[in-house]
């Protein structure tokens, strides 16, 4: 139980520690976005990813606080519209440098689910970051699927990349 209190603490902090500058990135690239009107496309771009960035950033550190809390009210279970979810990661990844000859395809249509939305977001986006940084070839090509099983859905990411050694598995 002390273990428990003291990474509470620790979450806390860092929590606290990580908001404020978050906040002011936010604020920051917002203002830039709004205050620049002749914006090039490619600017135009990273600067919306650095505000849906700091957003998702500012949401996780919400998230941790209400966790480190214990306040599990605070924690919003929503139906989670996956299929647009999914569309915000890859639009997201797609501002990263190296990947524009990548695939990313969603296989019909994805469920909405229960969940908490930046938890899932923060899944799909591991996934995806994880078929770009150990892809084994130029051309990737990275799929989404799901399914529906016992009345659960069930999510398939699979990719071209080099896998999973068999000893890790």
Known sequence: EQQNDELKRFAQTVAHEVKSPVQSILTACA??????VDLDDRLH?????????SEHLSRLVNGMLSFAECNFDEIEIE???????VREVVDSLHLMEGIDDSDFEINGELPP??????????????????AIRYRKEDHLHVEVSAREENGESIFCVTD???GIASEKK
């Not at 203002?31 to 620049?36: E, H």
């Not at 689910?113 to 994880?130: A, D, E, W």
């Open 31 to 36: 203002l830039v976005k709004d205050s620049l």
């Open 45 to 53: 771009r990273l600067m919306e990813l650095g505000v849906q960035s």
């Open 79 to 85: 139906v989670v519209d996956t299929d647009l979810l």
């Open 113 to 130: 689910v229960p969940g908490y939305r930046p938890q899932l977001h923060q899944v799909f986006h591991n996934l995806y970051s994880n």
């Open 160 to 162: 071209n990349g080099m």
